[in-house]
């Protein structure tokens, strides 16, 4: 099974700061890594596909990259709507996996 | 508009079962695969099952291994979730989700999920 950790757990920014989330992988996915939001009492939204894949309708300041084992999701310029939990998802192999989530919070 | 709505949550014994369904809307369901995703409560999210377009390949994760079955009525835009020999640690927000018909490709429909609680 392909493990996915993420980092940091949780992060606490200004709006307007910039956000920087990590996801390694136990092992080579490719590009085979993707993004999601979840925002409470929501379901997970795609915002990042095939590690640098913009979703359609995604805000431009959500972005992502990486290959192989590290990947990084940015969020340039915070703004309080993006108070959320992100998650890295990979479907290069089975079982697919998901990180443990990063949480952030709009101080 | 593209949607899927989740149904059949509930409570449920140990030991019961229950029979989950995702109604998909405003595309070619057929053309889709798609998948079963849960969320227990505070925690992060879990892959559950997966099934082809035509529902020929089918896998799930060890942690539901012979007691979940996963199946799809094209015909009726429709995907389950057949969940026998219930436990606590089943008690999740279980989402349906779309997959392109791609190489490890992504999820980018979600249903707003139905809550299973496994509880005497």
């Known amino acids: 099974e392909i493990v996915l950790t993420q980092s940091p757990d949780f992060q606490s920014v200004t709006p307007k700061e910039k956000v920087t989330i990590t996801c390694r992988a136990s092992?080579?996915?490719?590009?085979?890594l993707h993004w999601y939001q979840q925002k409470p009492d929501q379901s997970p939204k795609l915002l990042i596909k095939?590690?640098?894949q913009s979703f359609s309708g995604v805000p431009s300041r959500f972005s992502g990259s990486g290959s192989g084992t590290d990947f990084t999701l940015t969020i340039n310029s915070l703004e309080a709507e993006d108070a959320a939990t992100y998650y890295c998802?990979?479907?290069?192999?089975?079982?697919?996996?998901f990180g443990q989530g990063t949480k952030v919070e709009i101080k | 508009e593209v949607q899927l709505v989740e149904s059949g949550g509930g409570l449920v014994q140990p030991g019961g079962s229950l029979r989950l369904s995702c109604a998909a809307s405003?595309?070619?369901?057929?053309?889709?695969?798609m998948n079963w995703v849960r969320q227990a409560p505070g925690k992060g999210l879990e892959w559950v099952s997966y099934i082809s377009s035509s529902g020929s390949t089918i896998y799930y994760a060890d942690s539901v291994k012979g007691r979940f079955t996963i199946s799809r009525d094209n015909a009726k835009n429709s995907l389950y979730l057949q969940m026998n020999s219930l436990r606590a640690e089943d008690t999740a927000v279980y989402y349906c989700?779309?997959?392109?018909?791609?190489?490890?490709?992504?999820?980018?429909?979600w249903g707003k999920g139905t809550t299973v609680t496994v509880s005497s």
């Open positions: 095939y590690a640098s």
């Open positions: 092992q080579s996915i490719g590009s085979s």
């Open positions: 998802h990979q479907s290069s192999s089975l079982p697919k996996t």
């Open positions: 989700a779309r997959e392109a018909v791609v190489v490890a490709a992504d999820m980018d429909v």
């Open positions: 405003g595309f070619t369901f057929s053309s889709y695969e």
